[in-house]
Nanobody, 122 residues
Framework: QVQLVESGGGLVQAGGSLRLSCAAS????????MGWYRQAPGKQRELVAT???????NYADSVKGRFAISRDNAKKMVYLQMNSLKPEDTAVYYC????????????????WGQGTQVTVSS
């Protein structure tokens, strides 16, 4: 069984910073991609940033230059440093991992965390 557990959300004023963390645990064989998605009230879940096992990153246009994603492969963790936060960044942020589990014969599946709330006040 695989678990993704996020932490680091909270309430911050516009212009402030937050750092989200996500820890993956369980019978993990290999993690191909880790990333962050977000969902604001009444909106669809959207990609924020991803990072693959070659440290190649991808960002939504709305967060480029403000957010930075990183990962620690040894600890099976991914981080999202969020700077210059705006009220429109308010959402539940979800950790995501594309990974294979032990015994899964290198079949990769998507896993999600439970989400952490980020609220940016104006």
């Amino acid at each position: 069984q695989v678990q993704l557990v996020e932490s680091g959300g909270g309430l911050v004023q516009a212009g402030g910073s937050l750092r989200l963390s996500c820890a993956a645990s369980g019978s993990i064989f290999s993690i191909l991609v880790m990333g962050w998605y977000r969902q604001a009230p009444g909106k669809q879940r959207e990609l924020v940033a991803t990072i693959n096992n070659g440290d190649n990153t991808n960002y939504a246009d709305s967060v480029k230059g403000r957010f930075a994603i990183s990962r620690d492969n040894a600890k099976k963790m991914v981080y999202l440093q969020m700077n210059s936060l705006k009220p429109e960044d308010t959402a539940v942020y979800y950790c995501n991992a594309l990974l294979s589990t032990i015994g899964a014969n290198r079949n990769f599946s998507n896993y999600w965390g439970q989400g952490t709330q980020v609220t940016v006040s104006s």
